[in-house]
């Protein structure tokens, strides 16, 4: 029997070739089928009459097939078909390019739908390469697909359709029957067919209010289970400690927003349920120092610390800073990652199984269950939005004690109040508004290519005076594993130290080097025997050597805005003037510009946001929300708080989801946990 499980290939016209890229869009099964919304859909409810239609806008036509052409070669490879359509009052002339099966397809006196744009002139309009509907009046929306190389929204819609056809009617709806009724919603069937297949528009906003509900209520489900289990637990309850002697490790006093922060956090270390709280603040405004008071808090109260980094570097670079800032403090800082020896890591998790490390930094290699703590009281995540949920909560299901440990989310992404209720539900927040005395905003110029080397001539004065650079090239993750990105990354700084910047040193990092040579780049630029560092986008979060006072970035246009912001807040964290070139052939790019114009963060990802459209609304995927398959469209803030509502009153009723009636719900909260955190 056909279910929701059962693989594409079962459909008509799947073959394994088709299959595969269906893969590629995260598409195996039926069910995942059935999720692979229209990004849009082509309106066909109103036809134009061919006199009266706009004039080069797409819109459809009704018309008849009144005559074809046979194949006119215009060149070799290129062929040419005239169809000449008439709705009965006027004429339209279509021109089709290589497209014998698509022009052979139409029959001679059929009415179709022609849907494109009309050009010409009065007495002779034209149409050219439109696409072509049934002229069916149940069917006046046809979807539009998110599409991938082989596979089109026509063959999409009709692998979509034999797919509803073999589902059963009666399928269990995840979503008990009083919420629905509650929040008139419509059933998911309905829901399924409506958002492929509308027959008008308002069902089609039912059928997305049914769908986005259901997502959000879902990740709720999952947070909430999650959250209530721990809030009934209790935390790890700390008592306030001189705080002086801590104040006293470093050279600098603490801007008035990180005093705050730590007080907040300090007075949550003290209550008896576990701190929940996000500490959010721009690049460069000194987050680590909050979470390293908090550390030290906890280890004056015996208890352990883990800090997680999203990266190997950032990792290490923590365990630097902490050990050289905890070092005669009797606080014992610990490395652990991925990539360590296994008898290194087999030592480090001995010392934190036997407390022998009060403070634990590393990657999720934490996660691990081989890492066992023997009184884990406070789990920091840095950068938070580059892990997803899953991973996040496991660092605070770690409970050696019984008890859950408190838990400090640190990010310079600014996120909307509405999203962090989605991400983190009842959180507290701390925001750092205020940078260190001292600092200049890091000036940002905009230059096209030609412009280059007059670039690399500043860069070389500044090392000349004793200062640092970095070279970014346009690495992003995927291209980042072809050899020829890679390559390309190399190259450029081979071709670099050769050639602009011969006599100085140059050293190299990107994401394929093996983490020990990674380290070693690293250590060697923060010693400051490397001069310029020519790198990927590893180094975009976190990184922190001050005296680097000066960026470049090649090919800009192809880099997020919040991205470019990030990779810049490498530089400019010293007392000294910094700058950011940005070389692109795009000068006159919206972002490009904006970037230049200013330094905030928080009106940055505002622009970013608007750039990029409603397509990512909430720029969800950047705070490590699983991706959210039509939720990211979410324009209806209402609709995200009666779904929070409803998982909420189901967790107060049957807070781990054991009730008969909400076994749909448990399976489908409990997929989603574990598939987050891939
Ligand atoms: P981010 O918020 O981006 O994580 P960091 O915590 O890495 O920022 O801090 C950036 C730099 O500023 C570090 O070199 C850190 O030592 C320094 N710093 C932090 N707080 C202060 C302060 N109050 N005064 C001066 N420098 C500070
Ligand atoms: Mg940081």
């Given at each position: 029997m056909v279910s929701l499980s059962t693989n594409i290939q079962f459909l008509k016209g799947v073959g394994e070739q088709r299959a595969k890229r269906y893969a590629r869009l995260g598409v195996q099964t039926i069910g995942d089928l059935l999720e692979y919304y229209p990004r849009?859909?082509?309106?066909?409810?109103?036809?134009?009459?061919?006199?009266?239609?706009p004039y080069d806008q797409p819109c459809a036509i009704r018309a008849r097939v009144a005559a074809k052409s046979g194949e006119q070669r215009i060149r070799k490879g290129l062929s040419l078909f005239k169809v000449l359509v008439t709705d009965g009052q006027s004429d339209l002339l279509i021109t089709f390019f290589n497209a014998k099966f698509t022009v052979a397809s139409l029959k001679e006196e059929e009415t179709y739908l022609f849907y494109g744009r009309v050009a010409g002139r009065i007495g002779r309009r034209e149409m050219a390469s439109p696409q072509i509907f049934p002229d069916d009046p149940s069917l006046p929306f046809s979807p539009v697909y998110p599409l991938t190389e082989g596979l089109s929204s026509k063959i999409i819609a009709a692998n979509v359709r034999q797919a509803l056809?073999?589902?059963?009617?009666?399928?269990?709806d995840p979503l008990p029957r009083q919420i629905r009724e509650a929040n008139r919603l419509c059933a998911r069937r309905e829901a399924l067919e409506q958002i492929h297949f509308p027959s008008n528009a308002q069902s089609?906003?039912?059928?997305?209010?049914?769908?986005?509900?259901?997502?959000?209520?879902?990740?709720?489900?999952a947070l909430g289970k999650t959250r209530e289990k721990a809030k009934r637990e209790l935390s790890a309850p700390m008592k306030p400690v001189a705080m002086e002697p801590f104040y006293r490790l470093f050279p600098f006093s603490l801007t008035g927003a990180q005093q705050r922060a730590i007080r907040d956090c300090l007075a949550d270390l003290c209550r008896p349920s576990p701190m929940n709280r996000l500490l959010q603040g721009d690049v460069g405004s000194g987050k680590t120092m909050v979470a390293a008071a908090c550390a030290y808090f906890a280890?004056?109260?015996?208890?352990?610390?883990?800090m997680m980094a999203p990266t190997e570097i950032l990792a290490s670079q923590h365990f630097q800073t902490w050990s050289r800032l905890f070092s005669g403090t009797g606080i014992a800082v610990g490395l652990l990652t991925g990539s360590m020896p296994a008898a290194a890591k087999r030592e480090t998790q001995e010392k934190i199984a036997s407390g022998q490390l009060q403070v634990i930094v590393g990657t999720?290699?934490?996660?691990?269950?081989?890492?066992?703590?023997?009184?884990?009281?406070?789990?920091?995540?840095?950068?938070?939005?580059r892990f997803g949920v899953a991973q996040r909560l496991a660092l605070s299901q770690k409970t050696p004690c019984g008890r859950y440990p408190h838990v400090l989310v640190m990010s310079a992404t600014p996120i909307?109040?509405?999203?962090?209720?989605?991400?983190?539900?009842?959180?507290?927040?701390?925001?750092?508004?205020?940078?260190?005395?001292?600092?200049?905003?890091?000036?940002?110029?905009?230059?096209?290519?030609?412009?280059?080397?007059?670039?690399y001539r500043f860069i070389r004065s500044h090392l000349d005076q004793g200062r640092q650079?970095?070279?970014?090239?346009?690495?992003?993750?995927?291209?980042?594993?072809?050899?020829?990105?890679?390559?390309?990354?190399?190259?450029?700084?081979?071709?670099?130290?050769?050639?602009?910047?011969?006599?100085?040193?140059?050293?190299?990092l990107h994401g394929r080097m093996k983490p020990a040579e990674k380290e070693q780049v690293m250590a060697r630029f923060h010693a400051g025997e490397l001069q310029l560092l020519v790198t990927t986008t590893v180094i975009e979060v976190g990184v922190d050597v001050p005296n680097a006072t000066i960026m470049l970035v090649q090919n800009a246009e192809r880099f997020g805005l919040s991205q470019l912001h990030q990779l810049r807040g490498r530089v400019g964290r010293g007392g000294a003037e910094s700058f950011c070139i940005l070389v692109s052939?795009?000068?006159?790019s919206p972002r490009l510009q904006a970037i230049c114009r200013t330094n905030d963060g928080f009106r940055i990802a505002e622009e970013d946001l608007k750039l990029r459209g409603p397509g990512d609304f909430f720029g969800l995927r950047q705070h490590g929300l699983p991706a959210m398959k039509i939720a990211g469209l979410l324009e209806d803030v209402a609709l995200a708080d009666q779904a929070r509502a409803a998982a909420l009153s189901v967790l107060a009723s049957d807070p781990d989801l054991q009730l008969p009636e909400h076994a749909a719900l448990r399976a489908q909260t409990d997929r989603m946990l574990e598939t987050a955190g891939a």
């Amino acid at each position: 029997m056909v279910s929701l499980s059962t693989n594409i290939q079962f459909l008509k016209g799947v073959g394994e070739q088709r299959a595969k890229r269906y893969a590629r869009l995260g598409v195996q099964t039926i069910g995942d089928l059935l999720e692979y919304y229209p990004r849009d859909y082509i309106d066909c409810s109103h036809p134009s009459a061919i006199l009266s239609a706009p004039y080069d806008q797409p819109c459809a036509i009704r018309a008849r097939v009144a005559a074809k052409s046979g194949e006119q070669r215009i060149r070799k490879g290129l062929s040419l078909f005239k169809v000449l359509v008439t709705d009965g009052q006027s004429d339209l002339l279509i021109t089709f390019f290589n497209a014998k099966f698509t022009v052979a397809s139409l029959k001679e006196e059929e009415t179709y739908l022609f849907y494109g744009r009309v050009a010409g002139r009065i007495g002779r309009r034209e149409m050219a390469s439109p696409q072509i509907f049934p002229d069916d009046p149940s069917l006046p929306f046809s979807p539009v697909y998110p599409l991938t190389e082989g596979l089109s929204s026509k063959i999409i819609a009709a692998n979509v359709r034999q797919a509803l056809s073999l589902i059963p009617a009666q399928q269990a709806d995840p979503l008990p029957r009083q919420i629905r009724e509650a929040n008139r919603l419509c059933a998911r069937r309905e829901a399924l067919e409506q958002i492929h297949f509308p027959s008008n528009a308002q069902s089609l906003a039912q059928a997305r209010r049914r769908l986005i509900f259901e997502e959000l209520f879902g990740l709720h489900l999952a947070l909430g289970k999650t959250r209530e289990k721990a809030k009934r637990e209790l935390s790890a309850p700390m008592k306030p400690v001189a705080m002086e002697p801590f104040y006293r490790l470093f050279p600098f006093s603490l801007t008035g927003a990180q005093q705050r922060a730590i007080r907040d956090c300090l007075a949550d270390l003290c209550r008896p349920s576990p701190m929940n709280r996000l500490l959010q603040g721009d690049v460069g405004s000194g987050k680590t120092m909050v979470a390293a008071a908090c550390a030290y808090f906890a280890a004056q109260n015996g208890y352990q610390t883990a800090m997680m980094a999203p990266t190997e570097i950032l990792a290490s670079q923590h365990f630097q800073t902490w050990s050289r800032l905890f070092s005669g403090t009797g606080i014992a800082v610990g490395l652990l990652t991925g990539s360590m020896p296994a008898a290194a890591k087999r030592e480090t998790q001995e010392k934190i199984a036997s407390g022998q490390l009060q403070v634990i930094v590393g990657t999720h290699a934490l996660l691990q269950s081989q890492v066992s703590f023997h009184r884990l009281g406070l789990a920091v995540t840095d950068e938070q939005h580059r892990f997803g949920v899953a991973q996040r909560l496991a660092l605070s299901q770690k409970t050696p004690c019984g008890r859950y440990p408190h838990v400090l989310v640190m990010s310079a992404t600014p996120i909307p109040r509405t999203l962090a209720l989605l991400v983190y539900g009842d959180l507290d927040l701390s925001i750092l508004d205020e940078l260190p005395k001292g600092r200049q905003p890091v000036k940002t110029y905009l230059i096209d290519p030609g412009k280059r080397e007059r670039a690399y001539r500043f860069i070389r004065s500044h090392l000349d005076q004793g200062r640092q650079a970095y070279i970014v090239c346009p690495l992003v993750d995927t291209a980042e594993n072809t050899p020829a990105g890679l390559e390309s990354a190399v190259r450029e700084a081979q071709r670099l130290a050769a050639d602009s910047f011969a006599g100085y040193s140059v050293g190299i990092l990107h994401g394929r080097m093996k983490p020990a040579e990674k380290e070693q780049v690293m250590a060697r630029f923060h010693a400051g025997e490397l001069q310029l560092l020519v790198t990927t986008t590893v180094i975009e979060v976190g990184v922190d050597v001050p005296n680097a006072t000066i960026m470049l970035v090649q090919n800009a246009e192809r880099f997020g805005l919040s991205q470019l912001h990030q990779l810049r807040g490498r530089v400019g964290r010293g007392g000294a003037e910094s700058f950011c070139i940005l070389v692109s052939e795009h000068t006159g790019s919206p972002r490009l510009q904006a970037i230049c114009r200013t330094n905030d963060g928080f009106r940055i990802a505002e622009e970013d946001l608007k750039l990029r459209g409603p397509g990512d609304f909430f720029g969800l995927r950047q705070h490590g929300l699983p991706a959210m398959k039509i939720a990211g469209l979410l324009e209806d803030v209402a609709l995200a708080d009666q779904a929070r509502a409803a998982a909420l009153s189901v967790l107060a009723s049957d807070p781990d989801l054991q009730l008969p009636e909400h076994a749909a719900l448990r399976a489908q909260t409990d997929r989603m946990l574990e598939t987050a955190g891939a």
